[in-house]
Structure formats: structure tokens, C-alpha cells
């Protein structure tokens, strides 16, 4: 044995001690980075393990120190037949290092514990917003502010006010979901027949990327949401418009060189035969489908398909075309395959079509992405 | 590298019938070729899972990468964890326990040789039909977690969990059988003066582990059961929306799950326990701690499994109790690590390709023991969980840890097992291509968990900050396979062509180096006599013990098969009593898959089906005739 190796084992080590600063300095502004809270709950938590991670920090150092240097000082020399004295054990030495090991998770339980106690409260005077997950994709209900006891209903964009504590009240149709915001909050299930709650508040105005964490079937990786906070002004604002159904759609808008009309894309979207009714729902309309996302003022998402396109009336011509190549496996383009829509919708027909959702729009100021 | 002077097996072998060739391998009772067979079938499901993983790796290589569509991504991380868990890990376990048990105390063979290949065929037959799944359909797309509903038929509509659950059931079988017989062998037939305290520790944790298996096993075996009839037969035990509950399933499996990590870790730790002492030239620090702490750790394995849970909504006050359990876990594991360090301390370490693995998983442990922490503190937990923090803690457990510590062993071992050296330099390149490529795969994995990406996600977008650090994930993922083609091809060139091993290469301390390598079919022509922890250093070197200083002048080495553990003179020898070989076990096995395949179908082809079970119960029914006919021949009173 030569000291080759060992070298290396000391230069690897030294290498995992730059990675773990690096890690720590890499709390650059990544949409979901965990080290970067912008919510009371994500930030308690960043909180709790920044001691936490400075122990480890000191147990890695001393055990992989003491490792490393027992290999050099202890290694056999070339030659040597030495047997070296026989210590079977020391009580007393094992007894203190049985309890160092106590007093460290002693010390982490306590801080633990206040950590948690403080994220499981939830405010009397939160918003309460529903949040249901389906295959693939987010459900949003405001229970306490729709018209005439109706709550609004949308899907993939949360909107939520700042500085106000907000409880989310988890469900699923189908599967297990999970609901996560890695900047304001951490994960809580969604649960077919089990309603979850989770509370926190939005420290500052942003755009906060959300996922689905976890798995739940073919396109599990694109089942993505916006959270959206604004200002309470502006949240009651959204709210306000959210209220009233979109007005009669009027006006035009070139999609891929055809001109859609709004109004004739709200006769298509309302003609049974062409499905869109059968799952999908507007406000003020006849199309009340209860399957698909509710579209009421579709113009204003910030995405399409549960966060996977951007919001752009091209991507929206996009999804409508390839919806099987884009999200493998989603129930729309499993009903209506694209086979389906070459025989039953036109291209100025879906020119109309993106021409009406996009016509739907609520005026708010978006703030920053985070 | 110490030398033992004589070789053992002079002895004329008494009258065994081993059957020459395949015929010899497919009806054999042995425990050492069943080991053997253990160890070559789970590895290469262990390549197989190997190149499942690398696929996923070239996949997430680069954000929105289009190599695998997401349902064949899913198919293999199902299939990754399963294999590993199920057809890798466990099995290289149970395959060393097979060989060594028997020889490190003292005995010829399992208690029940005819059960114990019962196991190895159930094992076998159960792993490839998990695989025959890939030619039906398609493989098992649900999560090795198989978390209900998804499982349903309704959203899993392929025969694929149906392969999953009777693939699983069959090697949980087996499992328990072996489980069985290992604490019936390691309590009943231990060479005389061998107590429970002086018993080498990697039957201690062998013996933990059994004892955890017939605990754990069948929760699991249950649950899928239940999930079984969920799926064909109209009950409702996962149906949220008919009266059952979804997180049942999750208590169910989790309370096998986390048992199961100790599982995979424990008989590692034991291995550790025996290869540090062998080339620090020191007994173990602290035996009973290290023993007890296995107990420990063993006990505390069944109070934690809702910390996979925590996320779930199972409220603070159940959160709190399983983070607090976990915590405790971080006590005995922090024990065995402190022993481990004071066992080479003031050691005289030769670092051989075992050490450097048994060290190589102290190193590694220590970080997939840290990361625990975190994930036992139930706030951090839910930003961590489900994200790839947790893929990196669990591979630094069970790659870093129990990887390496079956490296160790296998390096340890392999000269007994084959009768030749492997080679060190090849290992030894092996080990540091291994350890570095390791930690470029999965530390990454750290940040980017921590940076928001979720597992089980077949892509990614670019702009989420995470493609460096896949980008390094991937490229240590392509050097490990190179690591492990150069043990691959040590292990093909060493069995050939490697110096031939004596019987004590490495200067041990137990009782399998006292018989030739490869130890005879009766394993000790004499049942030794054991006088402590140590019976082969007490023979090799009887002054040792009066000296308490450092042994600078060479201490008189005797040899080590000196009176008590090979008489020399074969009139002197008794009778040697082996069970015949017999095809029965694995008759008895073919007819529970061929059982199995019917039961898949039967909710759909349900004549075929039945059809199909009847012929797997009589050829069932066959083998057990013929088993109950050949136990008869080899009973006591019949023999000799």
C-alpha cells in the first residue's frame, strides 16, 4: 500500500467540505431553491437548520477527522508483524460516547419541536382556500368570496395576499398528490377521502413556482402551479372581477397567421358536439363541466397545462393541436385524440377558440418571479 | 499478508453424494453452493437494477431530455427500487449469511438444508417474474412504495402491479423461510463453548436481521395481499371513495419499509465488525455495545416508520413521537461508528480492498447518517422529502453503507468461497474509481433536492438551477459502471486465474478460517471447540493474551488447526451425517409460480387461470410428496 491512496481519501474528503460550502453558497435565486423563504412556514424551517446543519457540520468534521487520521497514523508499515496491544473495550469511553450522541439529537429534538409547533398553528383569521389535486393538475376554490355562496373556482395559478396568513385545505380526486411551494411552505399530502390543512404567509409580493411532489402516475413531472401574491388591495381587487362572469367576447386575434374571433370562439366552445362543455366550465356560460379545468377568465394564466408552456396564444394554439406530445398521457388528448380534432375542428376554428379564452382577462399587477 | 501453514481438508471426505454438474447446482441441500447461487443471482439482478438507474441518469442528464417517454422512466425507477431492495441487496446479504453462518459457528450445515432451497428457488423464480412483466404489458409503473390508489386498477390498468405483488409475495416467501432457518441454525448449532457472547457479530447482526424479517415481512406480504384483491377481486381496502383508506396502505408498508433499511444495513454492519478487527490485528472495540446496539437499532426499527409519513397530515403530536423515536436511532449508530474508529485505533491496519471498503463505509455512512437527521425533524422533513435530498440520504445509507460493507465482505470472503485470491490491485482501483464516482452521483443530489427538484420526475426545466448538478450526477453515474465492469471482470479472470487462496489468508480470528478454501461439502470433519470470541487467535497465538502492551517482537504464531479443530486421523472420525440432494425444493417452487401466474390472470382469464393454478398445485403437490419421501430417507433413524 502506498500513499497514493490516502492522499486521495484526504482529497476527496476535502472535496465533499468545499461541495457542502458551495451548497450553501448556491442559494442563488432558483425558482425553488428551500434556502431562499419567502413565507413565514419556509422560513422557520430555514431557520431550524441552519444550527442543525452547523452541528452536523461539527460531528462530519471531528468522526471523518478521527477516520481519517486513525488510517494514517495506524496504517501497517511495510514489514511489520506487529500485534499491537489487544483492548477488547473501555466502559467508561463507550458510556461517554453513548451519550454525546444523546445530548446533540437532545438539543436538535428541543429545537425541533419548537420549530413545528410554531408551523402547525393556524390562524383564526386566515384565508382559507381549497386546493384540489387531480391527474394532472390544481384545482384553486375560494369558498368564502364567490357570488351568491358560489365559490371561484380556477385552476394552476393560486392567487394569495401578502402578509395575511392563508390555510390551504387539501383534497384529491383520484390519487395521492402533494402540495408544494418550496419557498413559502413545506409539503402537505392530498389525499382522496382525508382533507389536509396547511397554513403560512407570504412575506413579499412574487410569482412562487409550485409542484406536485409526489408521484402520481405518467405525467407526474408536469403537474406544476403558480402561486401569485399581491398586495391585499390588489388581491381583493382579483377577487372583485373574479366575481363577475367575463363580459360577451368581443374582438379578434391572430393565431399563426388566421384571424380568430372571439364571439365565434365562444359558439364553437359552447357547441356540444365539439366536447369542450363536457369537461370544461365558464362562468356566465352553459359550460359547466366539472372534469377539466374551470376556464373563467383564461386570458389571465400565467400557464398552460399546469405549468409546463407558458402563457401565449401560440402555446395555446400548441396545446390544442399536441396535447399528447406535450403531456404524455393527460385525460383531454386521451377523449379527444388529435386524430379527433383533425376531423372536428378547423384551424380558423381553433383560431376562433384562442381568440375566445384569451379574450377573458382580469386586470392585476403582476409582481416579480421569486 | 500472513500465510496459514497447513490447510485443512486432509481428511478422506466421507460418503456425500453431490450430483456432478448442473444437476449438482439445481438439486442441491448445500449451504455453501446455495450461498453462491444467492450471491451470482442477486448480482445480476443488481447489474440489471444498475443499468435501470443508468437509463434514468441519461435521461435527466439535461432538462427536457426526450430519451425515455415518462412511462418507461417510471417503469424503471419501480423497477430500480425494487430490484435493489428486493433481488439485490437483500439476497447478497442472505447469500454471504448462507455460506459464512454455518462455517463461523462451527456448523455443517442450515438446520433445514432442503427449506433453505426452497428459498433460493422461491428467490429466484419470484425475481423473474417480476421481469417477465417487461414482455406482458409492461413493468410496474406504480413507485416500489406502490402507494394506493394509484395502484388501483382503475389508474394502473396493466397486469404490472399484479407482477409486482406475486413477484414480491414469492421472494417475501422465501425471506421468511430463511429467516426461519437462519435463527433456528444460529440458535441451535453453534459449535459447543460457543455462547450467544461469543459469537462473531456478523451472525449477531444475521440473527438481528432474521428476527426483524419474520416481524416486517409479513405486513408486507399482507398488504399486498389485500391489494391483490383490491385490484380483481372487489374489495376495498385502499378505496378512498368506497370506505377504505389510502393511507392505510402507507402504515402497512411503512412498517415493513423502515424495518427493511436495517434490514439491508445490519448483516453490512456486521461484516465491517468482522473485516476492521481482521486487518487492525485488534479484537472489536466494545463487543457487547456493538452487538446491543444492533439489538438496539433492530427494536427502535419498528417505532419510526410514520417519519416517511410526515408530510401526510398524521397531525404534531403522532409527527413529533416519530421524529423523537428516529432521533434515538442517531444513539446506537453513533455507537457502532465510535466502536468502529476505537477498533482501529492504536491498530496495526492493513489496508487491504476489504479495508478500504469497510472504511470506505464508516466514511460514508457517517454522511447518509448525518442527512438522517434532517429528515427525522419533522419541519425540515417536509421540504426535504419526496425531493432528491432524500434519493442522496438514502444512497449514501445503502450504496455508501451497504454497498461498500458487501464489497468488504465479498473481498473478505471471496478466497474462501472460491479457493482464489481476487485481485488487489484491480480492487483496489475499483474502490477509489468507486468512491469518488459514488460521491459525484449522489452528493450533487443534495443541493439539487434542496433546490426544489422532486423525485420521480421524468424531466425537468431549464431554468430551475438543477442541470449542473445532474449534469455531474450523470457523468458519476457512467464512472461507477466502469467500477463496477472492473470488478466484474476481477471476479471472472480471479476465479481462473487467481493465486490460489490458502485457508487463512488474512490472518482471521473465526472459526471459517480454520478449514480449507473452499471448505469442504461437511464443512469440519470435527465440531470445534470454542473457548471465546477468538477460538482461531486462541489456537494460532496462545500466549497473546498474557501480554497487555504492544506485541513489538513477532508473537509466536502456532498453526491454526491445531488439536481442537481437525483431528488428523480419519478412524477417529464419526460418522458424517449430509442430507441427500433432492429436486423437491425446486419442484415445490416451480409449482407456487406456475401458482402465482394463475393468480395474476384469474380476475381476467378466469378458466385459463384456474386451469393453470390447478396444474401449479399438483405439481406442487408432487414435489412435496417427493420431499416428505427424501427427509424420510435422510432422517436419523433411517441413515447409516
Given at each position: 500500500?502506498?500513499?497514493?491512496?490516502?492522499?486521495?481519501?484526504?482529497?476527496?474528503?476535502?472535496?465533499?467540505?468545499?461541495?457542502?460550502?458551495?451548497?450553501?453558497?448556491?442559494?442563488?435565486?432558483?425558482?425553488?431553491?428551500?434556502?431562499?423563504?419567502?413565507?413565514?412556514?419556509?422560513?422557520?424551517?430555514?431557520?431550524?437548520?441552519?444550527?442543525?446543519?452547523?452541528?452536523?457540520?461539527?460531528?462530519?468534521?471531528?468522526?471523518?477527522?478521527?477516520?481519517?487520521?486513525?488510517?494514517?497514523?495506524?496504517?501497517?508499515?511495510?514489514?511489520?508483524?506487529?500485534?499491537?496491544?489487544?483492548?477488547?473495550?473501555?466502559?467508561?469511553?463507550?458510556?461517554?460516547?453513548?451519550?454525546?450522541?444523546?445530548?446533540?439529537?437532545?438539543?436538535?429534538?428541543?429545537?425541533?419541536?419548537?420549530?413545528?409547533?410554531?408551523?402547525?398553528?393556524?390562524?383564526?383569521?386566515?384565508?382559507?382556500?381549497?386546493?384540489?389535486?387531480?391527474?394532472?393538475?390544481?384545482?384553486?376554490?375560494?369558498?368564502?368570496?364567490?357570488?351568491d355562496g358560489k365559490p371561484i373556482v380556477t385552476a394552476s395559478d393560486m392567487y394569495i395576499p401578502v402578509g395575511r396568513p392563508v390555510t390551504v385545505v387539501l383534497e384529491s380526486q383520484d390519487v395521492i398528490h402533494n402540495f408544494w411551494v418550496p419557498k413559502l411552505a413545506g409539503k402537505t399530502y392530498m389525499i382522496p377521502g382525508k382533507t389536509n390543512f396547511l397554513s403560512f404567509t407570504a412575506e413579499q409580493p412574487g410569482i412562487y413556482r409550485a409542484v406536485c411532489a409526489e408521484f402520481c402516475g405518467e405525467a407526474h413531472a408536469l403537474m406544476r402551479f403558480r402561486v401569485i401574491a399581491v398586495d391585499e388591495a390588489e388581491f381583493n381587487r382579483w377577487i372583485e372581477q373574479k366575481k363577475t362572469p367575463p363580459p360577451a367576447p368581443a374582438g379578434t386575434l391572430v393565431v399563426n397567421g388566421l384571424t380568430g374571433d372571439a364571439a365565434r370562439g365562444q359558439a364553437i366552445f359552447l357547441d356540444a358536439r365539439k366536447q369542450c362543455v363536457a369537461c370544461h366550465a365558464v362562468e356566465g356560460t352553459n359550460a359547466r363541466g366539472q372534469i377539466g379545468p374551470n376556464l373563467t377568465y383564461y386570458g389571465s394564466r400565467q400557464t398552460i397545462a399546469a405549468g409546463i408552456l407558458p402563457y401565449t396564444p401560440e402555446n395555446l394554439d400548441r396545446w390544442l393541436r399536441e396535447a399528447p406530445k406535450l403531456k404524455p398521457g393527460n385525460l383531454m388528448s386521451r377523449v379527444l385524440t388529435p386524430q379527433w380534432i383533425k376531423q372536428n375542428l378547423s384551424d380558423q376554428e381553433i383560431a376562433d377558440l384562442v381568440a375566445y379564452l384569451d379574450s377573458m382577462k382580469v386586470s392585476v399587477t403582476l409582481p416579480p418571479e421569486r | 499478508m500472513a500465510i496459514a501453514e497447513r490447510t485443512a481438508g486432509t481428511v478422506s471426505p466421507p460418503s456425500v453424494s453431490v450430483r456432478p454438474g448442473w444437476a449438482g447446482w439445481l438439486s442441491t441441500t448445500d449451504h455453501k453452493r446455495i450461498g453462491i447461487m444467492y450471491l451470482v443471482s442477486a448480482f445480476v439482478f443488481f447489474l440489471i437494477g444498475g443499468i435501470e438507474a443508468l437509463l434514468m441518469r441519461i435521461q435527466l442528464g439535461t432538462p427536457n431530455n426526450t430519451f425515455l417517454t415518462p412511462d418507461v422512466y417510471n417503469q424503471m425507477f419501480t423497477m430500480h427500487g425494487t430490484t435493489m431492495i428486493f433481488l439485490g441487496l437483500m439476497p447478497l446479504n442472505v447469500g454471504l449469511g448462507n455460506y459464512m453462518v454455518p462455517l463461523m459457528i462451527g456448523a455443517r450445515d442450515m438446520a433445514f438444508p432442503r427449506l433453505n432451497a426452497l428459498s433460493i428457488w422461491l428467490f429466484i423464480f419470484g425475481g423473474l417474474m417480476l421481469y417477465v412483466s417487461f414482455f406482458v404489458g409492461g413493468a410496474p409503473n406504480v413507485g416500489w412504495f406502490a402507494y394506493a390508489p394509484l395502484t388501483q386498477k382503475q389508474f394502473a390498468p396493466t397486469a404490472g402491479v399484479d407482477y409486482w405483488i406475486v413477484g414480491i409475495g414469492l421472494t417475501g416467501v422465501a425471506s421468511i423461510a430463511g429467516a426461519l432457518n437462519f435463527i433456528v441454525t444460529i440458535l441451535n448449532m453453534r459449535a459447543p463453548g460457543m455462547t450467544l457472547n461469543r459469537m462473531p457479530l456478523f451472525v449477531w447482526m444475521q440473527l438481528i436481521v432474521a428476527f426483524i424479517l419474520i416481524f416486517a415481512f409479513p405486513v408486507l406480504t399482507v398488504a399486498t395481499i389485500q391489494l391483490l384483491f383490491d385490484r380483481h377481486f372487489g374489495t376495498r381496502f385502499f378505496l378512498p371513495n368506497l370506505g377504505g383508506d389510502a393511507v392505510l396502505w402507507q402504515h402497512l408498508f411503512w412498517f415493513f419499509g423502515h424495518p427493511e433499511v436495517y434490514i439491508l444495513i445490519l448483516p453490512t454492519m456486521g461484516i465491517i465488525s468482522e473485516v476492521l478487527p481482521t486487518f487492525s490485528r485488534k479484537p472489536i472495540f466494545g463487543y457487547a455495545f456493538v452487538a446491543y446496539s444492533g439489538v438496539a437499532i433492530g427494536f427502535l426499527g419498528f417505532l419510526v416508520w410514520a417519519h416517511h409519513m410526515f408530510a401526510v397530515g398524521l397531525g404534531p403530536l403522532a409527527n413529533a413521537f416519530f421524529g423523537a423515536a428516529s432521533f434515538l436511532i442517531a444513539v446506537p449508530t453513533g455507537v457502532k461508528i465510535f466502536n468502529w474508529l476505537a477498533t482501529m485505533w492504536q491498530g496495526s491496519l492493513h489496508l487491504t480492498t476489504s479495508m478500504l471498503y469497510a472504511i470506505g463505509f464508516i466514511g460514508m455512512f457517517i454522511i447518509g447518517g448525518i442527512s438522517g437527521i434532517t429528515l427525522a425533524s419533522p419541519p425540515i422533513n417536509?421540504?426535504?422529502?419526496?425531493?432528491?435530498?432524500?434519493?442522496?440520504?438514502?444512497?449514501?445509507?445503502?450504496?455508501?453503507?451497504?454497498?461498500?460493507?458487501?464489497?468488504?465482505?465479498?473481498?473478505y470472503w471471496f478466497p474462501k468461497m472460491t479457493g482464489r485470491m481476487l485481485d488487489e490491485r484491480l480492487g483496489k482501483w475499483q474502490f477509489w474509481l468507486m468512491l469518488i464516482s459514488f460521491n459525484l452521483t449522489f452528493f450533487p443530489m443534495h443541493l439539487s433536492g434542496n433546490a426544489g427538484m422532486p423525485r420521480r420526475i421524468y424531466t425537468y426545466e431549464a431554468e430551475m438551477g438543477w442541470n449542473l448538478w445532474n449534469l455531474i450526477s450523470t457523468i458519476g453515474s457512467l464512472l461507477l459502471a466502469v467500477a463496477f465492469l472492473i470488478f466484474l471482470w476481477n471476479v471472472l479472470t480471479s476465479i481462473r486465474r487467481g493465486p490460489i487462496a490458502p485457508a487463512d489468508p488474512w490472518d482471521g480470528a473465526t472459526l471459517e478460517w480454520a478449514v480449507s478454501s473452499p471448505p469442504p461439502v461437511y464443512n469440519f470433519a470435527v465440531t470445534p471447540r470454542v473457548r471465546s470470541r477468538r477460538p482461531l487467535w486462541d489456537e494460532k497465538y496462545p500466549h497473546l493474551h498474557e501480554v497487555n502492551g504492544s506485541h513489538e517482537a513477532p508473537v509466536v504464531r502456532r498453526g491454526p488447526l491445531h488439536d481442537g479443530f481437525e483431528r488428523e486421523t480419519p478412524e477417529a472420525m464419526e460418522p458424517i451425517h449430509l442430507p441427500s440432494p433432492t429436486y423437491a425444493p425446486l419442484i415445490v417452487s416451480v409449482g407456487i409460480m406456475i401458482l402465482g401466474f394463475g393468480i395474476i390472470y384469474l380476475g381476467d382469464f378466469g378458466l385459463i387461470a384456474a386451469s393453470a393454478m390447478l396444474v401449479g398445485l399438483l405439481i406442487m403437490a408432487a414435489g412435496i410428496l417427493s420431499w416428505v419421501r427424501i427427509s424420510h430417507v435422510d432422517s436419523p433413524h433411517h441413515a447409516h
Open positions: 500500500m502506498n500513499s497514493l491512496p490516502r492522499s486521495f481519501l484526504r482529497w476527496s474528503r476535502f472535496l465533499l467540505l468545499i461541495g457542502l460550502s458551495v451548497g450553501l453558497a448556491a442559494c442563488g435565486n432558483n425558482p425553488g431553491n428551500t434556502y431562499d423563504p419567502y413565507g413565514d412556514n419556509a422560513r422557520r424551517i430555514y431557520e431550524l437548520l441552519i444550527p442543525i446543519w452547523w452541528m452536523a457540520l461539527g460531528v462530519f468534521v471531528v468522526v471523518e477527522g478521527l477516520l481519517i487520521y486513525a488510517i494514517w497514523r495506524f496504517r501497517r508499515r511495510p514489514g511489520s508483524a506487529t500485534i499491537p496491544a489487544q483492548v477488547h473495550g473501555n466502559t467508561q469511553v463507550e458510556i461517554l460516547w453513548t451519550i454525546a450522541p444523546a445530548i446533540i439529537v437532545l438539543v436538535i429534538a428541543v429545537l425541533t419541536f419548537r420549530t413545528q409547533a410554531a408551523n402547525a398553528v393556524m390562524p383564526e383569521d386566515a384565508l382559507r382556500i381549497k386546493a384540489i389535486g387531480h391527474q394532472w393538475w390544481f384545482e384553486f376554490q375560494y369558498p368564502d368570496t364567490g357570488a | 417536509v421540504q426535504q422529502t419526496d425531493s432528491y435530498y432524500v434519493v442522496a440520504h438514502m444512497h449514501y445509507v445503502l450504496f455508501g453503507g451497504a454497498i461498500q460493507g458487501i464489497f468488504a465482505g465479498i473481498f
